[in-house]
Every structure is written in structure tokens, then in C-alpha cells.
């Protein structure tokens, strides 16, 4: 079973191994896709489910992406790194789902924004405690779907600011903000969590 919180780093193949696996799949090798598959799965589920917020269609969802991966390799041109395009391929066919079902898709967190956000170093350091770790992934699930998705790939998936901005089509300060506003949102939840613990 996916545990989204467990320590799954999707660290690319150095670029020379990473072109020889495309080129077997597209010589027909099927195991080195199987390969790829097992390499970017967490990535991809991870995405899926932060956007989609349910269970029920992540399976078929990330089948789907993984279909158009192995569609779309051939154009695959290294510009981007191979995890910043599978994200990105993921994060536009769970959107796409949402918008077939006609459900809410983009909401926005529109109070006002104080000077307080949590670092990254306060995140780490929290996502250590497992109790912490564990609310902490129930908050992360009840944000809007575009703090979720940012701070997932910031923060869980390690993807820097541009990458996000390739991967989902927000601009930089878009997602900064995003990120900014969910760190804060977080942050002040936690402190409450932390406070009544110590009661």
C-alpha cells in the first residue's frame, strides 16, 4: 500500500544511464519500461492523489500516465529532467480527470497573508516525529488542491520552483505564493497540534 509520507525519493538516473534506458524502450524492451514504471511510480501516485484528494481512481489514473509516457517517449528530449516531464504528464491527466468529472477543481485561500511562514528546515524537522508526521499528512490532504500539489513536490518531491512551474503551468510567483500561503495554513495548525499534545 502507498504511504505518501514514507521516505520515497524519486531520484533521476544519471543522464547517460537515463538515455540508455529510453532507447531500449523504444527498441521494444519491455522490462526497461517495467523499470521506469518502478522508478517514477511513487512520484506519479503521489501527484495523482494530491490533486484528486480520493482513492478510488488513482490506479486507473496513474495507468493512464504511464501509457502516455511510454506514448510520448520518443519526444522526450532531455531539456527538463526525466521526473520534472512524468510529474508533469501526471499532474495534467489528474487534472484533466477532475475537470471530466466536473468537480471543484481550483480553490483558492484568499485571507490575508502575515509575515510567518515554516522553512524548509521546519518542515523536515517536523515530518521526523511520526505522530506529527502522520497529522500532518491529514492537514496536507484538507488544503486547496494547488498548496497540496506544491507543497508536495516542493518539500516531499524535492522539485525546485521552475520545475514546479513546468510541471504544473503556474508562474514562479504563483507558485511561490501557493507555497508561501501553505506553509503558513500548516504552520499555524501544527502549532496548535503541538500546544495541545503538551496539555
Not at 132 to 159: C, G, M, N, S, W
Request: glycine fraction near 2%; include cysteine.
Amino acid at each position: 500500500m502507498f504511504i505518501f509520507l514514507s521516505p520515497l525519493r524519486s531520484a533521476d538516473l544519471p543522464m547517460l544511464e537515463e538515455k540508455t534506458l529510453i532507447n531500449k524502450i523504444l527498441k521494444g524492451d519491455l522490462h526497461s519500461f517495467k523499470t521506469l514504471i518502478e522508478r517514477y511510480e511513487n512520484l506519479v501516485f503521489c501527484v495523482i492523489r494530491r490533486l484528486l484528494n480520493k482513492t478510488e481512481d488513482v490506479e486507473d489514473i496513474a495507468q493512464e500516465v504511464f501509457i502516455k509516457v511510454h506514448q510520448n517517449l520518443a519526444r522526450f528530449n532531455f531539456q527538463a529532467k526525466l521526473s520534472t516531464w512524468i510529474a508533469q504528464i501526471a499532474y495534467n491527466t489528474a487534472l484533466n480527470h477532475l475537470k471530466k468529472l466536473n468537480r471543484e477543481s481550483l480553490t483558492f485561500y484568499t485571507k490575508p497573508v502575515k509575515d510567518i511562514f515554516l522553512s524548509a528546515e521546519d518542515l523536515d524537522q517536523m515530518l521526523v516525529k511520526s505522530d506529527v508526521a502522520a497529522y500532518l499528512d491529514k492537514l496536507i490532504a484538507q488544503l486547496p488542491e494547488q498548496y497540496r500539489i506544491v507543497i508536495t513536490l516542493y518539500h516531499l518531491k524535492e522539485f525546485s520552483y521552475e520545475e514546479i512551474e513546468t510541471i504544473t503551468g503556474m508562474p514562479g510567483g504563483t507558485v511561490k505564493s501557493y507555497l508561501f500561503r501553505a506553509r503558513k495554513m500548516l504552520k499555524e495548525k501544527l502549532a496548535q497540534y503541538l500546544k495541545n499534545e503538551q496539555l
